[in-house]
Every structure is written in structure tokens, then in C-alpha cells.
């Protein structure tokens, strides 16, 4: 299985960027846990990090992938580009946070992306990531 893992804005200076909430791990060491738990596995991960939602959007219509997982970052709240971009790529995605959304400021519990999504990770700090990995090859080998 070929798992693309998108990261939205800001989420490039994780390990850096407000530490108390998303903690000190980077998202270089993110995504190689990630790309390392596939490969465990018997899969690929291909990690892609931009701010800019059109360059989210032009990775996912390469289509060279068979799963997704996503932090959308702020995208979360506002971008159905990006949701209409999930539907349209016809793949299980798995939406993720590190922090818990649903106990933040009102205007971060609403996530637009969520209807586009196959499932969300909440909540689990980077950790999350692993999961999500582990679920969409769980789901590919119809054991979850």
C-alpha cells in the first residue's frame, strides 16, 4: 500500500511552534516514525508538507497513492477546496490532530474536512499519526 501523508500550515515548525500544544517532536521525526511504522508494515509513506492549500490540492491529484492520511492544520476549519480535493481522490483518508480540537477555542471544533474523511485521530499528540498509518493498512488488509 502507497500512503501519502499531507500536512497543512504551520505544521512545518512543529517542535518549535507553541510546544505546550502540539509538543517538541518535529515533523521531520513525524514523518519518518510514520513512513517507518509502514514499512513495518509492508508499506510506503510519502510525507508532503506545504501552507498553501493549492499546493495540498496538486498532491493530491497526482494519484499515486492508494490512502491518506491528513493534518489539514488551520485548512481544517474553512477549506472545502480541500474537502471537495479529498472526495474527488476517491481514497480512504484518515483525518488527524494533534491536539483535541473539540476542547480548543469554538471556532477550531468545526472541521469541514471531516464528512470527506473515512475516519479521525483526535487528540493523541504525534502518536496519532502512527495510529492513523496503522488503521488504513488495517483497513487495506480488511482486518480493522
Known amino acids: 500500500m502507497r500512503i501519502l501523508l499531507l500536512n497543512g500550515p504551520n505544521l512545518g515548525r512543529l517542535g ?5 500544544i502540539y509538543g517538541s517532536t518535529t515533523l521531520a521525526q513525524v514523518e519518518q516514525a510514520a513512513r517507518e511504522r509502514a514499512e513495518t508494515r509492508g508499506s510506503t509513506l510519502d510525507a508532503f508538507q506545504s501552507n498553501h492549500e493549492g499546493a495540498l490540492i496538486d498532491r493530491l491529484e497526482q494519484r499515486d497513492y492508494d490512502a491518506v492520511v491528513i493534518n489539514p492544520g488551520a485548512f481544517t476549519h474553512y477549506s472545502y477546496a480541500l474537502h471537495d480535493a479529498l472526495v474527488a481522490a476517491e481514497r480512504p483518508v484518515i483525518e488527524i490532530h494533534i491536539s483535541d480540537i473539540h476542547a ?6 468545526v472541521s469541514v474536512i471531516t464528512p470527506a474523511v473515512t475516519d479521525t485521530i483526535i487528540g493523541k499528540g504525534w502518536q496519532g499519526y502512527l495510529e492513523a498509518v496503522d488503521r488504513l493498512i488495517d483497513l487495506a488488509e480488511g482486518t480493522s
Open 104 to 109: 480548543r477555542e469554538p471556532w477550531r471544533r
Open 16 to 20: 518549535l511552534r507553541q510546544p505546550q
